[in-house]
């Protein structure tokens, strides 16, 4: 019983997390991209294993298109956003 309840309450943890995550990146992109970059550095240094250079590619930010770094992170102003373009 008391194993059961450990992993519910493992369960619960995970989720809250990503939850907060999700939260995260969507309402301050900027301090969240800056986090990323920090966590992902140490691990993409000269002499790391294989398996921490690809946790930091993982862990990395995509690449800011010029003239997108002013924008919030949504990426839904390119050319290809149907929600914007005038009739």
């Given at each position: ?12 943890a995970l989720a809250v997390l990503a ?38 590619r993982w862990i990395a930010p995509t ?25």
């Amino acid at each position: 019983m008391e194993a059961s309840l450990f992993a519910q309450y493992v369960a619960i943890a995970l989720a809250v997390l990503a939850s907060a995550i999700h939260v995260l990146n969507r309402q301050l992109p900027g301090p969240m991209r800056r986090l990323r970059v920090a966590c992902a550095v140490p691990l993409l240094r000269a002499g790391r294993p294989a398996w921490s250079v690809r946790l930091g590619r993982w862990i990395a930010p995509t690449r800011v298109a010029a003239g997108k770094a002013a924008c919030g992170g949504c990426d839904g102003c390119g050319p290809g956003d149907t929600a914007t373009r005038q009739p």
